[in-house]
């Protein structure tokens, strides 16, 4: 199977810790049976890509929330 785009790009600020947002971008695909969440700066640097739970792989409303759960505790981790 080749890659899908189940969201195309989307920019967004993401509310973090202290009052502080964090403007990215970020699609959904699909490749094979795998759903990923990719997630760039505005300029299109590459921030992170997570493989999307199979709960949340239709679930538009969750995109929002693994972008802030990746933002805080992923990459500042």
Same mark, same amino acid.
């Not at 189940?6 to 964090?22: A, E, H, L, S, Y």
């Not at 997570?50 to 505790?73: F, H, I, N, Q, T």
């Given at each position: 199977? %080749? =890659?899908?785009?189940?969201?195309?790009?989307?920019?967004?600020?993401?509310?973090?810790?202290? @009052?502080?947002?964090?403007?990215?971008?970020?699609?959904?695909?699909?490749?094979?049976? =795998?759903?990923?969440? %990719?997630?760039? *700066?505005?300029? @299109?640097?590459?921030?992170?890509? $997570? %493989? $999307?739970?199979? @709960?949340?792989? $239709?679930?538009? @409303?969750?995109? *929002?929330?693994?972008? =802030?759960? /990746? $933002? /805080?505790? /992923?990459?500042?981790?």
């Amino acid at each position: 199977m %080749e =890659r899908a785009t189940i969201q195309d790009w989307t920019p967004t600020q993401v509310p973090m810790k202290f @009052g502080f947002q964090r403007d990215v971008r970020y699609r959904v695909y699909r490749d094979g049976n =795998r759903h990923f969440q %990719e997630i760039c *700066e505005l300029d @299109g640097s590459p921030i992170h890509t $997570l %493989e $999307l739970p199979a @709960g949340m792989k $239709l679930d538009s @409303g969750s995109y *929002e929330v693994l972008l =802030r759960y /990746v $933002l /805080v505790d /992923v990459v500042a981790a």
